[in-house]
Every structure is written in structure tokens, then in C-alpha cells.
């Protein structure tokens, strides 16, 4: 009787919405985005000042969208707009590689179309041809070449599907912004420091991208500049490492009037005495984290070469790094965890619910096998890994090897496997000795890069870890393992290490892939407000600014630049 009288109530409580005056009331109609008028032809941009080296016949962009019939003509216009505002030069090829924000766009592409499963954003033969343009390490384009100039025109295509399926909901993004996301024309870099603090053009509030990291890096300009038009700070001349608290030199004076010019010490000139005291020690430990140092008592030359690094290249700095914050995704769609790794800064963050949870250092690729930055989703652990020897590794370094010593193989726990193109196919057996550690992390990728273990423990306590041929080295890998098993049952510390210590190679999949980004930002602001600099280790932003600005600062490098 009860459940007839529950079903009865349900029954009567549907007939009386659908009976109710608000049910034939008009619902309300959803708002229509307003479309801005097509940007006219901007004819102050030519080669003298323009971004890229390569331009478009407009006649060509006209004809590859009157082929389109699957297009709407809301997004014909914008692309339209795109070109007309670049005075129709290329925005993601340049005549010697591909631009920095082409791999950016793809990967903000790639995780967009993982988490919403959105095929209009997507073609797998087109995804094929980007990824393999990602390898190769130069490229020699024309204008003229009917292959890129369709690539180009694609990923344009590309870009605006995404910004229309992702801000569809979203009425106060404004489209016409999505013109300012690839750098146009080269400005001098007091011309452009200005524009960005007065918020104007590529810099101004309705052009700025969703990222709160972007508002706090232009809002450090401001403050940088300030320092710059007080005149600056001064060199610190050094000969040696001071390896100790207690020391005293003319240096450590110069230092604190240094560090006091960006704010980490303060009072009058004359009260700083040439003693490293205890005192100091807590500052110089706080500057030293945020300029990606250990937290040690050392002041090396290295870190004495980044406090003499110029103000006005610190300015570029953070502009370059502006640019880059454009393209970080605004959502994985995960609210549980997730991992960054910042190249530059040689760390691993892990982040639950889009907050830091804990951090360890990692080892990333040296000079010549520059970790590439991407997305991606960790799906797989294996645990006693092989290592498969690449074929450029065997080609270049364990052949010469095997020749001078037969043993060679024998000696390194490796065996062949196999013969491709003329090659052995070398790996390495699990085990103490293998390059790849006791356990491996993967993220499918077109890369082949991963995180991994490594016996090479060492190399953890130093300042600058870029040695790995690519990969990710980790120095807690058994935390993470266990931690994203998450499964205390089955995968508790003592059942991590077992599988680790194993001589099988094992493969676990986890229940949820996690995202993974790989970034490379040399200048952020931290949680507390804290401004963070790190060393432009591959070269990127040298190579970025030198497209921005017509008057581009040198990039301070501690290894020679190659």
C-alpha cells in the first residue's frame, strides 16, 4: 500500500508540473555570441618587423575556405580575421622549424580532445603527419611548398574548433582574442614592456588568456621595472665557491646590496658588513630556493652568475614566459590528481584537485636530447623494467663499445634481441644495473618519453639535473609508484618494493590514468607571491625572444651555448 501511495505521489507531483502554468511559459532562450566585424588587413607588419619569415597569398587562404563545405562561415571569418591581422604570415611554421607555439597549441589540442572525447577536433592521419614533424630536428620550409601551407592552414582551422567547442558556454570570452594568441609583429622590448604593464593590445585584460599565472607575471613586471628605472643592480665579483657560514669577504657585502635591490634585505647601505652570519644564511636560503638552488650554505658561481644576470634580461624573461603561459590547459577534467614537471626547475609536482600536494626532484634531458614538452596521460607502470636500447643510442655509443671489447654486452647486463636496418636490437635486463631504474612510469607518446627510476642517485643532489638522454629520471620513484596505485592492500610499500626487486618484468595498469604535463616555464610567481627564476637551459627562450623583439637581450646560459 505504502509503495502504491509513494508511486501515486510521484505520478500526481509529474501531472502537476506539466499541467502548471510555468510549464507553457517561454523558456529562455540561450544567448548568441556576438560577432565582432573581420579584422581589416594590417599593412604596418612586413618583413622588417613581422614575426615570422614566411607569408600566405591571401588568395590561398580564401581558396582552402571556399573548398571547406563543412565549415560554418562564423568560423570562415575568424580564420579570415586571423590572417588579415597578420597581414597573412604564417603562424606556426617558420622557414627553418616549427614555431614553439605549434607544439604548445597541439598539446593544449591533444589534452582538450582526451578529457572531452571531441572528434571534430581531431583527425588521426593530420595528428600523424604533426607528430612526426615534431621529430625531426630541422625542417627547411617554402612558402611556396602546397604541404605545409595546407599544415599551416589546418592548424588554424584547428585552433578556432577548439576555442568554439571549449568557450561554447562561455559568453564572456571574447573571440576576437583568440587573434592575439600567436605573437604578429616584433616590437621593441621597451616598447612592449610598456604595452604589457598599461595592459594595452596583446596584453590588455580581453586578450589575456584564462591563467592566473599570466595576471601575476605581468603584474612582476611592473615591480622589475621599477627596480630597472631605480637603476638597476649591480655585478657581484667573485673568484671562488664559499662553501661556509662564517666566511667574510668583500663579496658577501656586495651581495646583500644586491639582494636588497630586489626587496630580500632591507635598511641603510652602511650597515652591511662583509660577515656571512647565521642571519644572512636564512635569506640567502630563501633566494636560493627561488632561484632553484639547494637549500646548502654553498654560494657557488653558478648562483652568483644568476644574481649578476641583468635586469633588463630578468624583464624578457618574464614577457617570453607570458607568451608561454597562453597555451597551458585551464582543466585536465581530473579532479583528483594530476603531475607537472617543470623542465627547467627539475621537479616533479603532484597535485590533488588542483592543488600542490608534494613535490620531488627528477633529472631531465641534457644539451642535444632536449625533453620535449607535451601532455600526455600516465596509464602503465612496469615494474623490473627491460630497457630497449634506442637504435640512435646503439648506433652512436654501445656498437663503437662492442667493437673495442667483446665483452661489452656481458659486462652491462644486455643481450640482442633482434636486427632492424642493419642494427642489433639491444636491451638491457632488469636488474640494479639497468638504465631505467627498478621501475618505469609510461604516458603514450609519440616521444618515447617516460619517467623512470635510476641507479645514478648522485645526481639528484646537484643544482643543474639536466643529463638523461630525454627522459624523466625520478628520485622517489617508489613513492609514486605507490601512491598512484593507491591500493594499500595490494600495492602497500613492502608489495612495491618485491615487484621492484623483481627479476620479471611486470606491467600494472592503473585503475584511472592520471594527466601528465610536461612544461618549461623559466619564470613564474609562486604560491606566496614569491618571483622564480630558473636557467634557460635549452636554449627556448633565446630562440623566443629574438621573434618577439627587434632588440632581443642575450640569453645568460651556464653550459656553452652549442
Not at 555570441?33 to 612586413?46: A, N, Q, S
Not at 605581468?218 to 665579483?237: F, H, N, P, T
Not at 600542490?356 to 615494474?383: D, Q, R
Not at 627522459?471 to 594499500?488: G, K, V, W
Request: hydrophobic share 35%.
Amino acid at each position: 500500500m505504502k509503495q502504491k501511495l509513494f508511486v501515486a505521489l510521484i505520478f500526481t507531483s509529474v501531472l502537476f508540473s506539466v499541467f502548471s502554468c510555468s510549464y507553457f511559459q517561454k523558456k529562455p532562450q540561450q544567448p548568441v555570441r556576438v560577432e565582432k566585424p573581420i579584422t581589416k588587413v594590417d599593412i604596418t607588419i612586413d618583413t622588417t618587423n613581422s614575426y615570422n619569415d614566411l607569408f600566405l597569398d591571401s588568395a590561398v587562404v580564401s581558396s582552402y575556405l571556399a573548398a571547406d563545405s563543412v565549415l560554418s562561415d562564423t568560423i570562415k571569418n575568424r580564420i579570415t580575421s586571423f590572417y588579415n591581422s597578420r597581414n597573412y604570415q604564417y603562424a606556426w611554421f617558420s622557414s627553418t622549424r616549427l614555431a614553439e607555439q605549434t607544439n604548445s597549441f597541439w598539446n593544449l589540442l591533444m589534452n582538450y580532445h582526451n578529457y572531452s572525447k571531441d572528434s571534430t577536433v581531431y583527425d588521426k592521419k593530420f595528428s600523424q603527419k604533426i607528430n612526426n614533424l615534431f621529430q625531426e630536428d630541422s625542417l627547411r620550409i617554402n612558402a611556396s611548398d602546397s604541404v605545409f601551407r595546407r599544415m599551416e592552414l589546418d592548424l588554424t582551422k584547428y585552433l578556432y574548433l577548439y576555442y568554439d567547442h571549449e568557450y561554447s558556454n562561455n559568453f564572456d570570452f571574447d573571440m576576437k582574442s583568440v587573434e592575439w594568441t600567436v605573437p604578429r609583429k616584433r616590437m621593441a622590448l621597451e616598447a612592449t614592456l610598456d604595452s604589457a604593464i598599461a595592459r594595452k593590445g596583446r596584453f590588455s585584460n580581453e586578450n589575456a588568456p584564462v591563467n592566473v599565472q599570466y595576471i601575476r607575471l605581468r603584474e612582476m613586471l611592473g615591480k622589475y621595472k621599477d627596480i630597472r628605472d631605480a637603476g638597476g643592480w649591480d655585478s657581484v665579483v667573485y673568484k671562488n665557491n664559499i662553501k661556509s657560514v662564517g666566511y667574510e669577504g668583500d663579496e658577501i657585502k656586495q651581495l646583500k646590496l644586491r639582494l636588497k635591490k630586489e626587496g630580500y634585505l632591507a635598511g641603510a647601505d652602511s650597515t652591511f658588513t662583509n660577515k656571512y652570519d647565521s642571519a644572512f644564511y636564512q635569506t640567502l636560503l630563501q633566494v636560493k630556493k627561488e632561484y632553484g638552488y639547494q637549500p646548502d650554505p654553498i654560494i657557488s658561481k653558478d648562483f652568483i652568475k644568476d644574481l649578476n644576470i641583468p635586469i633588463d634580461e630578468r624583464l624578457q624573461q618574464i614577457l617570453v614566459n607570458m607568451e608561454r603561459m597562453r597555451w597551458i590547459p585551464t582543466e585536465t577534467n581530473d579532479t583528483a590528481r594530476s603531475i607537472m614537471v617543470n623542465v627547467p626547475d627539475f621537479k616533479l609536482y603532484m597535485y590533488e584537485k588542483g592543488k600542490p600536494a608534494w613535490e620531488m626532484n627528477v633529472v631531465v634531458g641534457s644539451e642535444g636530447h632536449n625533453t620535449t614538452v607535451f601532455t600526455g596521460n600516465l596509464s602503465t607502470i612496469v615494474f623490473s623494467p627491460y630497457w630497449n636500447v634506442p637504435q640512435s643510442i646503439v648506433k652512436n655509443e654501445i656498437l663503437p663499445k662492442m667493437k673495442r671489447s667483446g665483452s661489452y654486452l656481458r659486462r652491462n647486463h644486455m643481450e640482442v634481441v633482434g636486427n632492424s636496418g642493419g642494427l642489433p636490437v639491444v636491451r638491457q635486463k632488469p636488474g640494479p644495473w639497468n638504465s631505467l631504474g627498478r621501475v618505469k612510469f609510461l604516458f603514450p607518446n609519440s616521444y618515447n618519453i617516460y619517467l623512470h627510476d635510476s641507479p645514478a642517485k648522485s645526481l639528484f643532489n646537484t643544482d643543474k639535473r639536466s643529463y638523461s638522454h630525454g627522459c624523466i629520471r625520478l628520485q622517489e620513484p617508489a613513492r609514486l609508484a605507490q601512491y598512484l596505485l593507491n591500493d594499500t592492500a595490494k600495492w602497500n610499500a613492502e608489495k612495491v618494493q618485491e615487484a621492484m626487486t623483481a627479476d620479471k618484468e611486470q606491467y600494472v595498469k592503473l585503475k584511472k590514468p592520471v594527466p601528465v604535463l610536461l612544461t618549461y616555464f623559466t619564470a613564474w610567481v609562486g604560491g606566496g607571491g614569491e618571483m622564480n627564476f630558473r636557467e634557460d637551459i635549452y636554449g627556448h627562450d633565446e630562440r623566443m625572444a629574438k621573434k618577439l623583439f627587434l632588440d632581443p637581450v642575450a640569453t645568460t646560459r651556464h653550459k656553452e651555448k652549442k
